[in-house]
Nanobody
């Protein structure tokens, strides 16, 4: 079983940057991919970035492409989400998630393990 703990959220002005971290513990070698999701009040959860654990292949949603970068440090069992050029539409609770299932990774749905979330607020 994998446990995920996110950190790095906070309040930032429009145009600013934040870096989220997700530390994994437990059976980390079983994860096929890691992803970052977000959910704003009254909105559905949105997958924003995914990285395959072995290949490092990445995927981004259109809403964050070119502004966000997902990366991983396998030696530290940590996945990062660097967020630049933030705007008010990026305000949400951000969750780190892991999946052992390659199909779930490919369709970016059905991840089995979730962190507790970290809040990102973009406001002037």
């Amino acid at each position: 079983q994998v446990r995920l703990v996110e950190s790095g959220g906070g309040s930032v002005q429009p145009g600013g940057s934040l870096r989220l971290s997700c530390v994994a513990s437990g059976n980390t070698g079983s994860s096929a991919c890691m992803g970052w999701f977000r959910q704003a009040p009254g909105k559905e959860r949105e997958g924003v970035a995914r990285i395959y654990s072995r290949s490092g292949n990445t995927y981004y949603s259109d809403s964050v492409k070119g502004r966000f970068t997902i990366s991983q440090d396998n030696a530290k069992n940590t996945v990062y989400l660097q967020m630049n050029s933030l705007n008010s539409q990026d305000t949400a609770m951000y969750y780190c998630a892991a999946s052992v299932d390659h199909y779930s990774c490919r369709v970016f749905q059905g991840f089995e393990t979730w962190g507790q979330g970290t809040q990102v607020t973009v406001s002037s």
